[in-house]
C-alpha cells in the first residue's frame, strides 16, 4: 500500500506550510490517520491524528494551536496546515494510516506509512 505525501519544502521561520497526503481508499475509509515526524538525530514522533469520521482529533504539545490536521473522506486525504514554523519542526513527515478507527498517538497502531515529505524551516 503506497500512501502519496505531499507539500514539505523550505520555509522561514514563522511561515506556513500544508502537508497532503493520499491514500487508498481500501486501507483508510474506516481508519484513523495520522502524521508523524523525524528529526535529524532522532525519534519518529507523533505530530497529530484524526478519527474516521473527523470529529475527533489529537496533537502533540509541541504544535497544539500552530497545527491543524483534517480529512476528505470524499477524496481519501489527510492534510496537515502547519503555521508559526520554527527551525525545531524541520524533519521529515509521514502520514500514515491507523489499524483502528480512533485517533491515537502510537505509532505500533499504524499500519501503512508514506514515503515522508521533508520540511526544513529556516531561522
Known amino acids: 500500500v503506497q500512501l502519496q505525501a505531499s507539500g514539505g519544502g523550505l520555509v522561514q521561520a514563522g511561515g506556513s506550510l500544508r502537508l497532503s497526503c493520499a491514500a487508498p481508499k481500501r486501507t483508510a475509509s474506516n481508519n484513523a490517520l495520522g502524521w508523524f515526524r523525524r528529526a535529524p538525530g532522532k525519534d519518529r514522533e507523533f505530530v497529530s491524528s484524526?478519527?474516521?469520521?473527523?470529529?475527533?482529533?489529537s496533537y502533540a504539545d509541541s504544535v497544539k494551536g500552530r497545527f491543524t490536521i483534517s480529512r476528505d473522506n470524499a477524496k481519501n486525504t489527510v492534510c496537515l496546515q502547519m503555521n508559526s514554523l520554527s527551525p525545531e519542526d524541520t524533519a521529515v513527515y509521514y502520514c500514515a494510516v491507523s489499524l483502528y478507527s480512533v485517533a491515537s498517538s502510537a505509532l505500533e497502531n499504524y499500519r501503512y506509512w508514506g514515503q515522508g515529505t521533508l520540511v526544513t524551516v529556516s531561522s
Open positions: 484524526i478519527g474516521w469520521r473527523g470529529s475527533t482529533t
